[in-house]
């Protein structure tokens, strides 16, 4: 084995990680049971690692400052944003964005934020939370 490699190795033992189990500590056999022993405060959730900064996360929008000028839908590559033109305001589907941010540099109103919260999996990719300004 190349030194680089042992170098790395030893390394990555010592080195803070950048992950951890979650949502506890260890792996359950059952996700269901670890849910019942949470609720019954047997088992404590293993908080996510902080989120470094600039991470790119679930948008915000603004929905007051938006003046409808549609640059954000023009640059959007996953057609996550689409013009209501009854409100000149835009809907944004969380599912399919792709958080490459470019809506956030072109609004001239910075009316987006990517926020550092990634917990948004779901199975209802048009449930309240995955859907803004609906
Ligand atoms: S972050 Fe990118 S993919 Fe998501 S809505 Fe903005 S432009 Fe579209
Ligand atoms: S770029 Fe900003 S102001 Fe223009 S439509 Fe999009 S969110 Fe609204």
Known sequence: ????????LIKQ???KKATNPFPVKYTPK????????????KLEINPPV???????????????ACIGCQLCLKVCPS?????KPE???VKHYVARCTFCGQCVNICPKNCFELTGEFLIAGTD??????????
């Open 30 to 41: 059952n996700m269901h049971g670890a849910a019942k022993l949470i609720e019954d405060g």
């Open 13 to 15: 033992l010592v080195t």
């Open 79 to 83: 057609e996550a944003l689409v013009f």
């Open 50 to 64: 902080d989120v470094p900064e600039n991470y790119r996360g679930k948008l915000t929008y603004d929905v007051d």
């Open 87 to 89: 409100t000149r305001k």
């Open 125 to 134: 990719k048009y449930a309240d939370d995955l859907v803004l300004n609906p």
């Open 1 to 8: 084995m190349p030194t680089s490699t042992i170098f790395t």
